[in-house]
Structure formats: C-alpha cells, structure tokens
C-alpha cells in the first residue's frame, strides 16, 4: 500500500529552524510531483512549496528566502527546511506527492500524507 509519512515537525521559538521530511513508501514506479501545504486553524489549505521531479521548485510568496524545498529521488523523499520561523508559519504541514502505483499504466494519482504539527511560539 502507497503511504506518505511526514516528521520533523514540533514546537519552536520565532526566528528559529524546523525541517521536515515526507518519505513515500510502498510499491511505486514513478514520482513527479512532491509539494508541501499548510493548513493553520479556520484557514484554507495552501501551498507552500512545490518541486518537480527535474528539480524545478516554486514557493509562496510568503516563505520565499526563508523555506527551501529539496527531493532525495533514490530515497522517494521530499524535505521541507525552515529557517527564520515566524508564529504566522504555525500550521499542520502535509505533504502531497504524484505517485505511479502500476505497472500496467502511466497513471499518477495524488496521496497526502497524515500532516505533522508545525508551533512557532512568539
């Protein structure tokens, strides 16, 4: 069964760093998309960062210069470092991943991983 397990979240002091991890496991033949979302309390899900599976990367506006998104292809791993954490960056952070699961077709369907809690205290 295909999964996407996060970690590396928790709780830290404004200014401070967190990277977190996504790794896909499970029989997969292929991965394009690997992103990161963020879903803070009585917000809409948004994007954070996205990568392609060339490497190309694109952020929000909001964590441009201080959030780099980065992919282990060997290891189905996306990761997400966080420098300069600001409390507005408090949310529950998924990971999202396009994942081809047959071998019979060039199917990619979106899995999401569980989320894992990211508190910048003030």
């Known amino acids: 069964q295909v999964q996407l397990v996060e970690s590396g979240g928790g709780l830290v002091q404004a200014g401070g760093s967190l990277r977190l991890s996504c790794a896909a496991s499970?029989?997969?033949?292929?991965?394009?998309?690997m992103d990161w979302y963020r879903q803070a309390p009585g917000k809409q899900r948004e994007l954070v960062a996205a990568t392609t599976r060339n490497g190309t990367t694109n952020y929000a506006e909001s964590v441009k210069g201080r959030f780099t998104i980065s992919r282990d292809n060997a290891k189905k791993t996306v990761y997400l470092q966080m420098n300069s954490l600001r409390p507005e960056d408090t949310a529950v952070y998924y990971c999202a991943a396009d994942l081809r699961s047959s071998v019979w077709n060039f199917v990619y369907t979106r899995y999401w991983g569980q989320g894992t809690q990211v508190t910048v205290s003030s």
């Open positions: 499970g029989t997969i033949f292929g991965i394009n998309a």
